[in-house]
Nanobody, 118 residues
Framework: QVQLVESGGGLVQAGGSLRLSCAASEVFFSINAMGWYRQTPGKQRELVATITGGDSTNYADSVKGRFTISRDKNTVYLQMNSLKPEDTAVYYC??????????????WGRGTQVTVSS
Protein backbone atom coordinates (compact mmCIF):
# COMPACT_ATOMS: atom_id res chain seq x y z
CA GLN A 1 0.00 0.00 0.00
CA VAL A 2 1.39 3.37 -1.03
CA GLN A 3 2.09 5.80 1.78
CA LEU A 4 2.93 9.48 1.57
CA VAL A 5 4.82 10.88 4.53
CA GLU A 6 5.01 14.63 5.04
CA SER A 7 7.60 16.41 7.14
CA GLY A 8 8.90 19.89 7.76
CA GLY A 9 5.92 21.55 9.38
CA GLY A 10 6.15 23.50 12.59
CA LEU A 11 5.87 26.87 14.27
CA VAL A 12 7.50 29.90 12.70
CA GLN A 13 7.24 33.66 13.10
CA ALA A 14 5.72 35.79 10.39
CA GLY A 15 8.28 36.48 7.69
CA GLY A 16 10.04 33.21 8.29
CA SER A 17 10.49 30.16 6.10
CA LEU A 18 9.71 26.47 6.17
CA ARG A 19 10.33 23.65 3.72
CA LEU A 20 7.84 20.83 3.52
CA SER A 21 8.71 17.44 2.10
CA CYS A 22 6.47 14.57 1.07
CA ALA A 23 7.99 11.22 0.22
CA ALA A 24 6.15 8.32 -1.32
CA SER A 25 6.91 4.78 -0.23
CA GLU A 26 7.56 3.68 -3.80
CA VAL A 27 8.71 4.98 -7.15
CA PHE A 28 5.81 5.33 -9.56
CA PHE A 29 5.56 4.15 -13.16
CA SER A 30 4.32 7.56 -14.30
CA ILE A 31 3.56 10.77 -12.45
CA ASN A 32 0.58 12.81 -13.55
CA ALA A 33 0.95 15.52 -10.93
CA MET A 34 2.04 16.20 -7.39
CA GLY A 35 0.66 18.93 -5.21
CA TRP A 36 0.20 20.60 -1.88
CA TYR A 37 -3.13 21.54 -0.38
CA ARG A 38 -4.04 23.13 2.94
CA GLN A 39 -7.00 23.18 5.25
CA THR A 40 -8.08 25.19 8.28
CA PRO A 41 -10.90 24.24 10.66
CA GLY A 42 -14.31 24.79 9.18
CA LYS A 43 -13.01 25.43 5.68
CA GLN A 44 -12.62 23.31 2.59
CA ARG A 45 -9.24 22.00 1.60
CA GLU A 46 -7.68 24.38 -0.91
CA LEU A 47 -5.00 24.04 -3.54
CA VAL A 48 -1.66 25.64 -2.73
CA ALA A 49 0.57 24.47 -5.57
CA THR A 50 0.89 21.69 -8.11
CA ILE A 51 3.63 20.36 -10.35
CA THR A 52 3.10 18.04 -13.29
CA GLY A 53 5.23 15.19 -14.50
CA GLY A 54 6.57 17.64 -17.07
CA ASP A 55 7.44 20.10 -14.27
CA SER A 56 4.78 22.66 -15.11
CA THR A 57 3.75 24.47 -11.95
CA ASN A 58 0.62 26.19 -10.75
CA TYR A 59 0.11 28.28 -7.62
CA ALA A 60 -2.76 29.76 -5.68
CA ASP A 61 -2.76 33.53 -6.04
CA SER A 62 -2.27 33.91 -2.30
CA VAL A 63 1.13 32.19 -2.38
CA LYS A 64 2.55 33.29 -5.73
CA GLY A 65 6.01 34.77 -5.35
CA ARG A 66 6.40 33.31 -1.84
CA PHE A 67 6.08 29.54 -2.25
CA THR A 68 7.96 27.25 -4.64
CA ILE A 69 7.02 23.67 -5.44
CA SER A 70 9.56 21.19 -6.75
CA ARG A 71 9.95 17.46 -7.04
CA ASP A 72 12.58 14.76 -7.24
CA LYS A 73 11.58 11.21 -8.20
CA ASN A 74 9.08 10.16 -5.53
CA THR A 75 9.37 13.27 -3.34
CA VAL A 76 7.65 16.63 -3.63
CA TYR A 77 8.76 19.77 -1.79
CA LEU A 78 7.21 23.07 -0.88
CA GLN A 79 9.55 25.92 -0.02
CA MET A 80 7.57 28.55 1.86
CA ASN A 81 9.09 31.99 2.34
CA SER A 82 7.73 35.24 3.76
CA LEU A 83 5.17 33.30 5.74
CA LYS A 84 2.07 35.06 7.00
CA PRO A 85 -0.31 34.17 9.84
CA GLU A 86 -2.96 33.40 7.24
CA ASP A 87 -0.74 30.58 5.93
CA THR A 88 -1.46 28.70 9.15
CA ALA A 89 -3.10 25.39 8.24
CA VAL A 90 -2.63 21.67 7.97
CA TYR A 91 -0.76 21.04 4.75
CA TYR A 92 -1.43 17.86 2.76
CA CYS A 93 0.47 16.46 -0.17
CA UNK A 94 -1.24 14.65 -3.01
CA UNK A 95 0.19 12.51 -5.78
CA UNK A 96 -1.74 11.55 -8.91
CA UNK A 97 0.07 8.71 -10.61
CA UNK A 98 -0.48 6.07 -13.26
CA UNK A 99 0.36 2.41 -12.87
CA UNK A 100 1.78 0.18 -15.60
CA UNK A 101 -1.76 -0.33 -16.94
CA UNK A 102 -2.13 3.49 -17.05
CA UNK A 103 -4.86 3.52 -14.42
CA UNK A 104 -4.87 6.77 -12.46
CA UNK A 105 -4.48 6.64 -8.70
CA UNK A 106 -4.66 9.49 -6.21
CA UNK A 107 -2.79 9.30 -2.92
CA TRP A 108 -2.88 11.72 0.03
CA GLY A 109 -0.59 12.27 2.93
CA ARG A 110 -1.86 12.59 6.49
CA GLY A 111 -0.93 16.23 6.78
CA THR A 112 1.56 18.37 8.61
CA GLN A 113 0.72 21.41 10.74
CA VAL A 114 2.15 24.78 9.83
CA THR A 115 1.61 27.58 12.34
CA VAL A 116 2.74 31.13 11.66
CA SER A 117 2.73 33.48 14.61
CA SER A 118 2.31 37.23 14.24
Amino acid sequence: QVQLVESGGGLVQAGGSLRLSCAASEVFFSINAMGWYRQTPGKQRELVATITGGDSTNYADSVKGRFTISRDKNTVYLQMNSLKPEDTAVYYCKMSVRDISLYLHDYWGRGTQVTVSS
